[in-house]
């Protein structure tokens, strides 16, 4: 089996004492593909702070991939070839694009570094409204120029933290398939940054992967989430889009240390997570779900 999870903010994490790579936020088991985030809210700063934040965490992501030999995945072929050696590897990915624009230079350096997965807004920006924001004004001018620009370099845009109706302008901008890297479904959890029904519709239908996400307060709306709640979740996707729709997302360090009980940083959340899934799912259906379903998106969008 070939794990992908495709989200994690463990590059905030990075110091020199401690690496991006850990105990609990990659697979003990299993060679692992990891989505690493760079994570830039707008939270007030300009556009060009911005930027600069976005290739410092460029900087430290390049120096912790080669220092610790994960394969970099850019194309299709480096993912056939991690699986083939059975290597860890890791894909380059924005949380949060403001700043960047469809002319940005910063947006050319990037991809050719690695990044392959746009989030264009993580609080509302220059780009778009986000999920967390209570007035919905969906994409702007630029976020469209920058929706264009990016799906015709090859990036891969990822609607998580966009609002209903930015997501729903995404999709009718772009004719290419998209993903939710960490997104879980507000018919079981009604929290704004799940994805309602009508949109987790359209993603899958295009051939989308939807990613689960371990963040408490997503998961239900009892505020005492337990891992078995994401069964749920794992549940209404395969009853309601099928199970090529889902993937991992699990948001590992971007929770404050808080997940669903049953699921603990001593060991790999990972591992956790498929022993839960080998309670309840055939083999098949775990395989898909660990890492085949985005894999296969992958390979077909890369």
């Given at each position: 089996?070939?794990?992908?999870?495709?989200?994690?903010?463990?590059?905030?994490?990075?110091?020199?004492?401690?690496?991006?790579?850990?105990?609990?936020?990659?697979?003990?088991?299993?060679?692992?593909?990891?989505?690493?985030?760079?994570?830039?809210?707008?939270?007030?700063?300009?556009?060009?702070?911005?930027?600069?934040?976005?290739m410092h965490f460029?900087?430290?992501?390049?120096?912790?991939?080669?220092?610790?030999?994960?394969?970099?995945?850019?194309?299709?072929?480096?993912?056939?070839?991690?699986?083939?050696?059975?290597?860890?590897?890791?894909?380059?990915?924005?949380?949060?694009?403001?700043?960047?624009?469809?002319?940005?230079?910063?947006?050319?350096?990037?991809?050719?570094?690695?990044?392959?997965?746009?989030?264009?807004?993580?609080?509302?920006?220059?780009?778009?409204?986000?999920?967390f924001d209570s007035?919905?004004?969906?994409?702007?001018?630029?976020?469209?120029?920058?929706?264009?620009?990016?799906?015709?370099?090859?990036?891969?845009?990822?609607?998580?933290?966009?609002?209903?109706?930015?997501?729903?302008?995404?999709?009718?901008?772009?004719?290419?398939?998209?993903?939710?890297?960490?997104?879980?479904?507000?018919?079981?959890?009604?929290?704004?940054?799940?994805?309602?029904?009508?949109?987790?519709?359209?993603?899958?239908?295009?051939?989308?992967?939807?990613?689960?996400?371990?963040?408490?307060?997503?998961?239900?709306?009892?505020?005492?989430?337990?891992?078995?709640?994401?069964?749920?979740?794992?549940?209404?996707?395969?009853?309601n889009y099928g199970?090529?729709?889902?993937?991992?997302?699990?948001?590992?360090?971007?929770?404050?240390?808080?997940?669903?009980?049953?699921?603990?940083?001593?060991?790999?959340?990972?591992?956790?997570?498929?022993?839960?899934?080998?309670?309840?799912?055939?083999?098949?259906?775990?395989?898909?779900?660990?890492?085949?379903?985005?894999?296969?998106?992958?390979?077909?969008?890369?």
């Open positions: 089996m070939y794990i992908v999870d495709m989200h994690c903010d463990s590059l905030l994490e990075v110091t020199a004492e401690r690496g991006l790579k850990t105990a609990y936020n990659f697979s003990n088991e299993h060679p692992h593909l990891q989505f690493v985030a760079e994570y830039v809210p707008c939270q007030g700063e300009s556009a060009p702070a911005r930027r600069r934040k976005l460029l900087d430290m992501y390049i120096a912790e991939r080669s220092r610790l030999g994960l394969v970099p995945i850019m194309n299709c072929h480096d993912l056939s070839f991690a699986m083939e050696c059975e290597e860890n590897a890791s894909l380059l990915s924005i949380e949060g694009g403001g700043g960047l624009f469809a002319d940005s230079e910063e947006l050319n350096t990037l991809y050719r570094a690695g990044l392959r997965v746009l989030g264009i807004a993580w609080d509302t920006n220059e780009l778009a409204s986000s999920a007035v919905d004004n969906g994409l702007t001018n630029a976020g469209r120029e920058l929706i264009v620009k990016a799906s015709e370099m090859g990036i891969i845009l990822d609607v998580s933290h966009l609002s209903d109706r930015s997501t729903a302008e995404l999709l009718e901008l772009t004719p290419y398939p998209v993903i939710a890297t960490h997104s879980n479904f507000r018919e079981i959890c009604s929290h704004p940054r799940n994805l309602p029904r009508e949109l987790a519709k359209k993603i899958t239908a295009r051939g989308g992967v939807i990613g689960l996400n371990l963040c408490p307060p997503f998961v239900t709306d009892d505020g005492a989430p337990r891992a078995e709640d994401m069964l749920r979740h794992i549940d209404f996707a395969l009853e199970p090529e729709s889902l993937g991992f997302g699990f948001d590992i360090d971007g929770t404050d240390g808080l997940y669903p009980s049953g699921i603990t940083e001593k060991r790999s959340i990972h591992d956790q997570m498929l022993e839960l899934m080998d309670k309840h799912y055939d083999s098949k259906t775990i395989e898909m779900i660990a890492g085949g379903n985005v894999i296969n998106f992958l390979k077909n969008n890369l």
